[in-house]
């Protein structure tokens, strides 16, 4: 079986590999250092090196695979520590932790994330229910490490299981509390919440930290206790199988899978594919982008979706993007997918731009489009395909 370990599964540039073709590698072992911007690539097998290429390091795994692994180096210092395990956001943003927590002051509030935002999705609350502990222990890590003083864990009401998992644990816990986010999408915007648990409307373009706040995906979370306690690097990766899958059509969590394995492993472990179905989406379905059998798990794949064959739609079609929803190029996918051809499009009246990226400046609190779907309309428009949260 071989495995492939993109370079760049991060925020920033690709990472330098540091190993060779034929060379021997244990699982944990470091092969590829950051190039700017970005986080430490680790093998998540025990190998041999096959193939590096600019995009990728394919290693063929060894048929045994010892649970033990390559720890990181000591260090007394835990933000170093996280630096090392190559941790980024695993929620889907990949920005390098390490980078994250690295302030001196003014933070007061660490906000767990586990929104579970985009509808299928499982794997984090599956985290919570299975091991509440690790990501506890992660806040309070997160909170010594940028000097908070609060912890909250965002969630939304009807994740009840989970909720009293946490509560139980809670009780005990001064400084960490359990939040409720509205339950709808997007609520897992960095933004939402800040609007939610603090009461502070951010500007488009704002990040938490102007509320004093820095906000962690619960995997992030585990992932620092890991690195802290274990001396573990990032080698797997927690994931949700749904759609036209038997086995798991509204979703089934799968914690733990090595990085770099194809995406047909889980899809086939699930049951395989219900017949007939379309595309493979990776990430959730507002977010998601278009994968194939042959995709590696990377540190920010979160879900492995497949769908059912595009209907064909031969009438003119418009769009209407939404910031938190699929980008223009998601579009095109789409509706080529359908044969159809795009006539005109146009964003959320809600958009605005900021530093050349267009952004919400409402995150959640979504107007109707009537007006942009006249728009389109007058444009020749016959079908329109809606990105946005409402309507
Ligand atoms: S206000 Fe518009 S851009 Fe903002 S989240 Fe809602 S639909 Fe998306």
Do not use: W
Not at 159 to 184: P, Q, R, W, Y
């Amino acid at each position: 079986m071989n495995i492939e370990l993109l370079l760049k599964q991060h925020v920033g540039a690709p990472c330098k590999p540091i190993v060779s073709q034929g060379e021997e590698v244990k699982k944990g072992q470091l092969v590829a250092e950051p190039n700017g911007l970005g986080a430490n690539i680790h093998s998540s097998v025990y190998g041999q090196v096959l193939k590096v290429t600019e995009e990728k390091i394919i290693i063929d795994a060894y048929e045994n695979q010892p649970e033990e692994y390559v720890k990181i180096s000591e260090t007394d210092n835990k933000l170093e520590a996280i630096k090392e395990a190559g941790i980024v956001g695993a929620g889907g943003a990949g920005f390098p932790t390490h980078i994250k927590f690295n302030v001196n002051s003014g933070v007061e509030y660490v906000i767990a994330n586990a929104a579970e935002c985009e509808p299928n999705l499982g794997h984090n609350i599956s985290l919570i229910e299975e091991n509440p502990e690790i990501i506890i222990r992660g806040i309070k890590y997160a909170m010594e490490i940028s000097n908070a003083s609060k912890g909250y864990i965002a969630i939304k009401p009807k994740h009840k299981k989970a909720i009293i998992t946490l509560g139980k644990i809670c009780k005990h816990e001064e400084n960490i509390e359990v939040k409720f986010l509205s339950d709808m999408y997007p609520s897992g915007d960095e933004r939402v919440i800040v609007r939610e648990l603090l009461d502070i409307e951010l500007e488009p373009g704002q990040l938490p930290l102007e509320a004093k706040a820095i906000i962690s995906n619960v995997e992030t979370l585990k992932n620092i206790t890991l690195a802290i306690e274990e001396r573990k690097p990032v080698i797997t990766k927690d994931i949700t199988v749904a759609g036209r899958v038997k086995g798991a059509i509204s979703g089934k969590a799968i914690l733990d899978v090595p990085i770099g394995m194809p995406i047909i492993n889980y899809i086939e472990e699930c049951g395989g594919y219900i017949e007939p179905h379309g595309e493979i989406v990776l990430g959730g379905p507002f977010t998601g982008k278009r994968g194939e059998e042959n995709t590696p798990v990377s540190k920010t794949l979160g879900g492995i979706l497949v769908g059912m064959p595009f209907p064909k739609e031969k009438r003119k079609i418009g769009v209407i993007e939404c910031e938190c929803g699929a980008q223009e190029h998601r579009y095109k996918e789409i509706a080529e997918g359908m044969d159809g051809d795009i006539v005109a499009s146009t964003k959320c009246k809600r958009m605005v731009e900021v530093n050349g990226r267009f952004r919400c400046n409402l995150p959640g609190i979504c107007p109707g489009q009537a007006e942009k779907v006249l728009y389109l309309k007058n444009q020749g428009a016959e079908a329109i395909i809606v990105g946005t949260c409402e309507d």
